[in-house]
């Protein structure tokens, strides 16, 4: 990221009157403090050379400029900074063009509205994301962008963080015209070129009126849009920022306005969130480079089973479908295929009755589905995903099958949520075929995709697992062999301890209420009334037999789900569903089996603060995930992260639940755990990781870094 002689970041070269200027930073450009140098350089460059007659601004590789450079956002800043080079840009005597091919976001495209004129190619992306990241734009896009756009495609395309395409940055206003064929430098320079013959000089942005010529349209649009952002932005810090700050530009005139939005884009580096934001952003990329994917080459997969056409078999095809793969599906017998087909076609005709499917491209994507009830019709797939019934001898038979009729080298993956695969793997003659996919449900919908990782499997099998994550659009994190991989077995522990204060004192209802004040979608009671008591309830059973008898042990689900009180799906759970209505009701007859249950257990019930509610429930969920990564379940604090951003709901801009004790500070976990500990040392155990980080002064990140 840095400049050096024989490479520097920013180069320059004269193409007859135009002083070409290219950033070279790869791999998308950023905008490092290199870049900041050799631009300002280049502009004086410009200003001081008789020869050059107008500047043009062009990214080498794959992108004009992805942004500022996010790594070196928390540290302390290095000048010259962003926003004087956005302004010496736009200062610059002599006119300067920028060509924008692939991604020209946040900063980048800040430079190039800083500049005089804009060229975008058909591949360009033009956008300013950074909401995404905790941050608004703070070098003049808040004041340039709504001055060519307009103020409400400005603020949308800011609150949203979408990327634009060449056509539509054309039809806002946002650039000058379309650049032809594939060459951004050339087209740039013909540009250059023809406004030199024109005669045309420089342009700069701060002067344009136009699009905010009417003021009090402005206003209203301005207005409209941040009531709907303090109802949408759900604790975000940095949309009404941006609100903010372009309000600055209607009421200030320039200067002072980019004052007042550099004062408040400080305010967003300062927030937690930023922090978190960014944090999931590296993670997120991160969580994909293991040490398999590294060292073996995938093997090539084109076309996919499936055995099972139960709701996760088919959402799994779908997904293989939805990448352009073909889908072989096996199930037993005519009636299980019917169903499985029915399955898959229902998602299909909910996009078709929504108008965003045709019933042509329906049938295309169907024409790839092919049902079948005999194991040899995956004779030639490269990769089959087993999602029958979790029961072990059921899975080791179907493998039985697999090992009889699959090619040699096809891929055999199980979507267990918890069973040994292991134990699968080493029941068939190929075990260094077999791996974890576990999806989650829906599978075509949700994101996470834990890949579970058995210990005798091929490294070739497991870099094939990330691969087709990649083609399945999934969050793929690898996961070791233990109950529960990382997410279910966690889930299970900061679950214990909601059902701990619930008996103690909390109503289901408070705790539901404290989750989501922290940022959640929903609470855990809600969760639980969504997929079904029934399925906690065969988990519970399942591991009674094995469950320590001093464990603490809440019986209160266990008593809803005695009742057929399964949640949504049966009307009723924790919650009432009137009707089949989505959002529950507060039950005062389970609240009376929460009394009910408290006295049973001889507990008095006592109150607890939302703050307790979530020290609790966060603390159960840090330590165990300290106990995931110490066990090797998880590579590294940031794959439990991405677990529980993509696969539970945990609000990305805390980063996920390691990031958050991080941020906390390790210390004061561990001091709750141990004070919990006084009631319940059993449950509340510190994990060994934690207090060898405490020791330490260490913190989960330190174990974040690859090697
Ligand atoms: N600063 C520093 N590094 C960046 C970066 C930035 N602004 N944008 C991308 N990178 C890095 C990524 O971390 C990744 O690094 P790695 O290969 O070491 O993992 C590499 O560039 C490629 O990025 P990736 O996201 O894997 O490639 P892509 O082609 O899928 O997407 C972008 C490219 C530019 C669309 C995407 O990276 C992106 O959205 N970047 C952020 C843009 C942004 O928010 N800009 C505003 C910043 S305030």
Redo the contacts with the bound molecule.
């Keep these: 990221m840095s400049a050096d002689a024989q490479h520097p970041v920013v180069q320059t070269a004269r193409q007859g009157r135009v002083l070409v200027v290219t950033i070279d930073n790869p791999?998308?450009n950023?905008l490092g403090v290199g870049v900041r140098g050799g631009l300002l350089a280049a502009i004086a460059q410009a200003d001081a050379d008789p020869e050059v007659a107008a500047v043009l601004l062009v990214g080498a590789g794959?992108?004009f400029i992805?942004?500022?450079?996010?790594?070196e956002f928390g540290k302390p800043p290095l000048p010259p900074s962003l926003p004087e080079v956005c302004n010496r840009i736009e200062a610059c005597a002599k006119p300067v063009v920028a060509a924008l091919h692939g991604?020209a976001?946040?900063?980048?495209l800040e430079i190039a509205l800083s500049a005089h004129y804009r060229l975008a190619m058909a591949d360009a992306?033009l956008g300013l994301?950074?909401v995404?990241?905790g941050?608004m734009p703070g070098s003049g896009g808040t004041q340039r962008a709504p001055r060519l756009m307009g103020v409400k495609p400005a603020v949308e395309l800011m609150l949203s963080g979408r990327?634009m395409g060449a056509q539509e940055a054309l039809a806002t206003g946002l650039i000058d015209r379309l650049g032809e064929g594939a060459d951004a430098r050339a087209a740039g320079l013909a540009y250059a070129e023809e406004l030199l013959a024109q005669g045309a000089g420089v342009r700069r942005t701060r002067d344009a009126q136009a699009a905010l010529a009417d003021k009090a349209a402005s206003q209203a649009a301005l207005g409209a849009l941040k009531a709907e952002t303090v109802k949408k932005s759900r604790g975000l810090f940095s949309p009404l920022k941006v609100i903010e700050a372009v309000q600055a530009g209607l009421d200030l005139p320039f200067d002072a306005a980019l004052k007042r939005e550099r004062e408040l884009f400080l305010q967003c580096i300062d927030s937690p969130q930023r922090a978190g934001l960014i944090h999931a952003?590296?993670a997120e990329?991160?969580v994909a480079k293991v040490p398999e994917a590294k060292a073996a080459q995938p093997r090539p997969i084109a076309s996919v089973g499936v055995v099972g056409g139960g709701t996760m078999g088919a959402g799994i095809a779908v997904a293989a479908l939805d990448a352009g793969l073909p889908v072989t599906m096996v199930e037993r017998d005519q009636a299980s295929i019917a169903r499985g087909r029915a399955n898959v076609e229902k998602v299909y005709d909910g996009l078709v009755a929504k108008g965003r499917l045709t019933p042509e491209a329906k049938a295309a994507v169907m024409a790839r589905f092919a049902g079948s009830t005999s194991y040899e019709a995956l004779a030639g797939v490269d990769l089959v995903i087993e999602a029958v019934f979790e029961d072990l001898e059921v899975k080791k038979a179907v493998f039985a099958e697999l090992d009889r009729c699959c090619k040699p080298g096809a891929v055999l993956a199980t979507n267990t949520s918890y069973l040994d695969i292991d134990a699968i793997a080493a029941s068939i003659s190929r075990p260094q075929d077999v791996i974890g996919l576990h999806f989650f449900s829906p599978a075509n919908i949700m994101k996470l995709l834990e890949i579970v990782v058995p210990a005798q499997v091929g490294a070739d099998v497991v870099a094939t697992a990330f691969e087709l994550a990649k083609k399945l659009k999934k969050v793929p994190v690898r996961a070791g062999v233990c109950d529960g991989f990382i997410g279910n077995r966690i889930l299970a522990v900061y679950r214990a301890a909601a059902d701990h204060m619930m008996e103690d004192g909390a109503s289901p209802y408070e705790i539901d209420e404290a989750v989501r004040a922290f940022g959640y979608p929903m609470g855990p009671f809600q969760v639980s009334d969504l997929a079904g008591g029934d399925i906690g309830w065969a988990t519970r059973k399942r591991k009674a037999a094995t469950r320590d008898p001093k464990a603490r042990y809440v019986q209160i689900a266990d008593r809803l789900c005695e009742r057929g009180w399964f949640g949504q799906k049966t009307g009723r759970g924790y919650y009432l569903y009137p009707e089949g209505a989505r959002i529950g009701q507060p039950d005062p007859e389970v609240l009376a089996i929460v009394a009910a249950e408290r006295q049973r257990a001889g507990i008095t019930p006592r109150s607890f603060s939302q703050d307790e509610i979530m020290r609790r429930y966060m603390a159960a969920m840090v330590n165990e995930g300290a106990n995931v990564v110490h066990e090797g379940i998880a590579l590294r604090p940031l794959d439990v992260d991405v677990t529980f951003l993509y696969g539970y709901g945990f609000p990305r801009h805390r980063g996920g639940p390691m990031k958050y004790a991080d941020m906390v500070g390790l210390d004061r976990i561990l001091a709750d755990i141990r004070e919990f500990a006084k009631d319940d040392p059993l449950f509340w155990q510190p994990s060994p990781l934690l207090v060898d980080l405490v020791a330490k002064g260490a913190n989960f990140d330190s174990l974040n870094r690859s090697e």
């Design positions: 791999p998308v950023a794959r992108a992805a942004g500022a450079d996010i790594r991604p976001l946040g900063g980048g992306r994301p950074e995404q990241l941050l990327h952003f590296f990329r991160e």
